[in-house]
């Protein structure tokens, strides 16, 4: 059976390898840094139920402790160690090979793992079946991770496009790529924009259609990693070099229509950096200010209490996979009825205006892996919108998907995909309708 593989972006500076470490006292699956970057806590197993040492386990762990804290004082004037961008949260559904700076490289088959725990910062630990003790390695050590998809997941990206041009495109928040998709950006095709900071990771990715000059979506996380607020509202609006064609600030000025974020400022507070990156052009679409200050503005709120305020759901949300976007096509269906996408006045003559924009959300709680979606689908027209009963306006993701063509949350297990994908369980997400 074909393998495909991924690569993850890392951030892995040339060091000098060393000494690779085993034999360390086993800690639990807790431990990992998962796809949206947020470190977990790691407990270490009591070692009596293990039948050994408590002293021996208690030094083996102090030991490695000051063996990896020495490799990486080390390396401090010349090297950064990070752990590889987006791990994958369980090492049993990802079999991997590990390239070392040394050149060396070592692989892992599926059936080979009971689990993989990854320690933030340090390194990674490597649990074989049927073994009592872990193989350790330090980021430090290594040039990049490759991962194996799922072989079960037929819809997902990494079935139909290249990884190495795409290498986060197996994200959860991701939708499945346009077939126009390229990895160097034409006039006549779209991109893939990633945009990403040093301290924390992916801010948002977007496909941009480079023939219409339009943002087809926008997606990103929220989670405990990313979602405090540490810095202001930048305002810097400008245009993408990273895309072929812009939009630019004279295509808005004089135009009467608001530059409104996909994904907004509010939820990219924790660096300047990453709060300037919202204001990019690429991830905004023309909108009525009526719209953009008024409903939408109410639903980006909602969604970010749904990542922050366990009390807006009715369980804890470790990480909330988001799209946004609009309407760029000519036609959408509607309730089996084909009627316009787009505005027939672009904006200053140049940008399509989109005719209704959405938002698709994946909600995970780690403790019990489970997965809720919900849609919203908002008319975008100039004047004031109800938020009185915001469940009016949700919609589940498999209806989102026949309006707009795109497939929504395509990397998920095809089980799992097809179960949260077709109800929407209001109760869960705190939502009424109108009376």
């Given at each position: 059976m074909k393998k495909i593989y991924i690569q993850p972006t890392t951030e892995i500076y040339e060091t000098q390898a060393s000494s690779l470490m085993a034999g360390s006292p086993k800690i639990t699956e807790d431990a990992h840094v998962d796809m949206s970057g947020e470190s977990k806590e790691a407990y270490a197993d009591d070692a009596c139920s293990?039948?050994?040492?408590?002293?021996?386990?208690?030094?083996?762990?102090?030991?490695?402790?000051?063996?990896?804290?020495?490799?990486?004082?080390?390396?401090?004037?010349?090297?950064?160690?990070?752990?590889?961008?987006?791990?994958?949260?369980?090492?049993?559904?990802?079999?991997?090979?590990?390239?070392?700076?040394?050149?060396?490289?070592?692989?892992?088959?599926?059936?080979?793992?009971?689990?993989?725990?990854?320690?933030?910062?340090?390194?990674?630990k490597v649990y074989l079946k049927n073994a009592t003790t872990s193989v350790d390695y330090l980021f430090s050590q290594m040039t990049k991770i490759v991962y194996v998809m799922d072989v079960n997941n037929a819809n997902a990206n990494?079935?139909?496009?290249?990884?190495?041009?795409?290498?986060?495109?197996y994200r959860l928040e991701y939708p499945h790529l346009n077939n126009n998709?390229?990895?160097?950006?034409?006039?006549?095709?779209?991109?893939?924009?990633?945009?990403?900071?040093q301290d924390y990771g992916i801010t948002y990715s977007l496909e941009w259609d480079n023939a219409?000059?339009?943002?087809?979506?926008?997606?990103?996380?929220?989670?405990?990693?990313?979602?405090?607020?540490?810095?202001?509202r930048n305002d810097d609006f400008k245009a993408d070099p990273e895309v072929a064609v812009s939009s630019t600030l004279n295509d808005y000025k004089g135009s009467g229509f608001s530059r409104g974020h996909l994904c907004p400022s509010a939820d990219r507070l924790c660096s300047v950096e990453q709060n300037k990156q919202t204001f990019?052009?690429?991830?905004?679409?023309?909108?009525?200010?009526?719209?953009?200050?008024?409903?939408?503005?109410?639903?980006?709120?909602e969604v970010r209490d749904y990542a922050t305020n366990d009390s807006k759901t009715q369980s804890h949300c470790d990480t909330l996979y988001i799209v946004k976007a609009a309407t760029i096509t000519d036609k959408v269906t509607i309730n089996?009825?084909?009627?316009?996408?787009?505005?027939a006045e672009r904006c200053n003559g140049r940008l399509l205006v989109p005719k209704y924009f959405y938002m698709a959300l994946l909600h995970y709680n780690k403790e019990t892996d489970t997965y809720q979606a919900l849609a919203f689908w908002t008319d975008h027209i100039d004047t004031n919108q109800s938020v009185a009963y915001l469940g009016d306006y949700a919609i589940t993701i498999d209806e989102l998907e026949?309006?707009?063509?795109?497939?929504?949350?395509?990397?998920?297990p095809d089980e799992i995909e097809d179960a949260v994908e077709a109800t929407i369980n209001l109760d869960f997400w705190h939502l009424t309708t109108t009376p």
């Open positions: 293990r039948g050994g040492n408590f002293f021996d386990d208690v030094f083996q762990v102090l030991l490695l402790f000051i063996m990896m804290t020495a490799t990486l004082c080390v390396h401090a004037q010349n090297a950064t160690t990070v752990e590889p961008a987006d791990a994958p949260e369980d090492g049993k559904k990802h079999a991997m090979t590990i390239y070392f700076s040394n050149e060396t490289q070592v692989s892992y088959s599926l059936e080979d793992l009971e689990h993989v725990t990854y320690l933030p910062g340090i390194g990674m990494a079935k139909a496009f290249s990884m190495t041009d795409f290498p986060e495109a998709v390229s990895a160097t950006g034409t006039v006549d095709n779209c991109q893939v924009i990633v945009k990403r900071t219409k000059i339009a943002n087809r979506w926008t997606c990103y996380e929220l989670h405990a990693g990313n979602s405090m607020s540490t810095t202001d990019f052009l690429t991830n905004m679409q023309p909108q009525y200010q009526s719209h953009n200050g008024g409903l939408w503005s109410r639903l980006e709120t089996d009825t084909e009627v316009d996408g787009v505005y026949r309006r707009t063509g795109i497939d929504f949350f395509c990397n998920l």
